[in-house]
């Protein structure tokens, strides 16, 4: 079992930065991939960035490609995900998972653990 706890989130004016945190705990944390997803009202979760056990090989998605950057400390079992320029789009609930297993980085269901999620608001 693996548990995942993220937080940084909160309210940002356009332009601005956050970064989140995803602190996890039950398992051989550096043993699996990590991945960001976000999801909007109405919207479907989707991938925002991916990394693998040692943080060699990162994973983003176009829309947020050079803005946001993924990174792990495998001592400290905590992913991050460092957010700038932020835009009104990014508005979203933001989560963490684990993938244990393989599959497609960029694919939901292919994650086996996930942690509540976190608020991002920007405003315009």
């Known amino acids: 079992q693996v548990q995942l706890v993220e937080s940084g989130g909160g309210l940002v004016q356009a332009g601005g930065s956050l970064r989140l945190s995803c602190a996890a705990s039950g398992r051989t944390f550096s043993a699996y991939r990590m991945g960001w997803f976000r999801q909007a009202p109405g919207k479907e979760r989707e991938s925002v960035a991916a990394l693998n056990y040692s943080g060699g090989w990162t994973y983003y998605a176009d829309s947020v490609k050079g803005r946001f950057t993924i990174s792990r400390d495998n001592g400290k079992n905590t992913v991050y995900l460092q957010m700038n320029s932020l835009k009104p789009e990014d508005t979203a609930v933001y989560y963490c998972?684990?993938?244990?297993?393989?599959?497609?980085?960029?694919?939901?269901?292919?994650?086996?653990?996930w942690g509540q999620g976190t608020q991002v608001t920007v405003s315009s």
């Open positions: 998972a684990a993938q244990l297993y393989g599959g497609n980085w960029r694919a939901a269901a292919d994650y086996d653990y």
